[in-house]
Nanobody
Framework: QVQLVESGGGLVQAGGSLRLSCAASGSIFSINRMGWFRQAPGKEREFVAAIRWTGGPTSYASFADSVKGRFTISRDNAKNTVYLQMNSLKAEDTAIYYC?????????????WGQGTQVTVSS
């Protein structure tokens, strides 16, 4: 099992920045990727960004079109932590942000999820 704990959410004005953190613990050796998802009120959960758990700190990163150029994802394996740097925030970025981790066996699906952290962007 892998436990994930998000932090760093909050209230920010449009145009501002936030950095989310996701600390992983447990059987970290079993995962090969981590990602961020978000769910806005009344909407389905959607993919935001993902990164490989091995390789360079920002290797094999991918992003949703809606956040490309504004968000970056990175990780610190020594701290078992993945980060989501969010810049130029917009009101439509308001959502609960979830961290997730996946095992090789599940291909593109994610096996473990954090409890979420609220991000609210005021316009």
């Amino acid at each position: 099992q892998v436990q994930l704990v998000e932090s760093g959410g909050g209230l920010v004005q449009a145009g501002g920045s936030l950095r989310l953190s996701c600390a992983a613990s447990g059987s970290i050796f079993s995962i090969n990727r981590m990602g961020w998802f978000r769910q806005a009120p009344g909407k389905e959960r959607e993919f935001v960004a993902a990164i490989r758990w091995t390789g360079g700190p920002t290797s094999y990163a991918s992003f949703a079109d809606s956040v490309k150029g504004r968000f970056t994802i990175s990780r610190d394996n020594a701290k078992n932590t993945v980060y989501l740097q969010m810049n130029s925030l917009k009101a439509e970025d308001t959502a609960i942000y979830y961290c997730a981790a996946g095992r090789p066996a599940t291909m593109t699906a994610y096996d473990y999820w954090g409890q979420g952290t609220q991000v609210t962007v005021s316009s």
